[in-house]
């Protein structure tokens, strides 16, 4: 009798368990819609004293064996070596420095100038807990539409209380109503995007140009590197001893011109210069081992660089992740 008991028990047992899984059993979501969105485009580290917040304008599709210079099935090949086709995905890649009493943005993403996958340099400023109207000070790597376009936001200066500092070189070139009206049909925009979105600021009073290497708030220090435009610059970030050198367009496709800094790109104004001096940048970075951010690596584009060991190319190691506290 007591075996039945038993039996009849655990038989009891596994029913109400049973109902109990059943109640409790998950529901499907399998059907539920795919979300297609990344998470807000910031990434932060800290240099020294300085706070430096890489902000994600996006990317875009670039035809990149058409558009560098170098042989068609190399330029493919070394794109394959890197699981990537002859178009690429491009990141455009911007810069919030905070050094504690200023806060300086390198460059503005194109914002409606570059098509529509672009345009969310502003949005992840916000999101990385800052707002556009404290920002001091906006300064250029160079005019073309993916680096000045987000200076505007609609009819207004999406930074309205920003001074804004470019070379002169850049600015006497692209802001030239006889250089737009002499240029190609197809190179036009490049002079009507600078000038929609730079004028306003020099309406304002707020531009501000330099020549050459120069200072332009402490710890951030311009440097000339012209070539792929004629007033193209980079920007030098030093706190405590930390360095981090921005480098702006000085390069554009890492599976290519990291192993070969020689391919020059069709956006240069100078090719021959933009490759000596992207060249003489990959040596310093490597040779002194620093970190360098450029607008066309992959989000967030910051790393140090380092010579191969068959003295042939460098390789790109992005920055280790770390959390801040």
């Avoid at 795919?34 to 800290?46: C, E, N, S, W």
């Avoid at 794109?79 to 990141?91: A, C, P, R, Y």
């Avoid at 004028?199 to 402490?218: C, H, I, Q, R």
């Avoid at 435009?229 to 890492?254: C, R, Y």
């Amino acid at each position: 009798m007591n075996t039945i008991k038993r039996t009849l028990t655990s038989m009891a047992t596994a029913v109400a368990l049973g109902g109990m899984a059943a109640t409790f059993a998950p529901a499907s979501f399998a059907e539920a819609p795919m979300v297609k969105t990344q998470a807000p485009g910031f990434h932060r580290i800290l240099l020294g004293d300085f706070e430096i917040t890489a902000l994600s304008d996006g990317t875009v599709k670039l035809p990149v064996t058409k558009l560098l210079h170098g042989k068609p099935e190399k330029t493919s090949a070394a794109l394959k070596k890197n699981f990537l086709g002859d178009e690429v995905d491009t990141s455009v890649n911007a810069y919030l420095i905070n050094t504690g009493t200023k806060l300086v943005l390198v460059d503005t993403g194109a914002a409606g100038l570059f098509g529509p996958t672009l345009g969310n340099v502003v949005s992840n400023l916000k999101a990385a807990g800052y707002k556009p109207e404290q920002v001091d000070a906006v300064v250029i790597t160079h005019m073309h539409p993916d680096h000045v376009g987000g200076l505007m936001n609609g009819d207004q200066r999406a930074f309205p209380n920003a001074t804004l500092h470019i070379d002169k070189n850049d600015t006497d070139h692209w802001l030239s109503k006889a250089n737009l009206d002499a240029a190609p049909a197809d190179g036009k925009g490049f002079y009507q995007g600078a000038m929609v979105s730079v004028n306003p600021y020099v309406a304002a009073g707020k531009l501000v140009t330099f020549s050459g290497d120069t200072e332009l708030v402490p710890g951030i220090k311009a440097r000339a590197t012209y070539g792929h435009t004629p007033g193209h610059s980079i920007f030098e970030i030093e706190s405590k001893g930390q360095k981090m050198i921005l480098w702006g367009d000085l390069m554009h496709v890492a599976a290519v011109q990291f192993d070969d800094p020689t391919v020059t790109i069709a956006f240069d104004s100078d090719s021959k210069s933009a490759r000596a001096q992207r060249e003489k940048a990959f040596a310093e970075a490597a040779k002194n081992g620093y970190l360098v951010g450029a607008t066309h690596l992959s989000f967030p584009g910051v790393g140090r660089l380092v010579k191969k060991a068959d003295g042939k190319g460098y390789r790109f190691l992005p920055l280790n992740y770390m959390g801040l506290k």
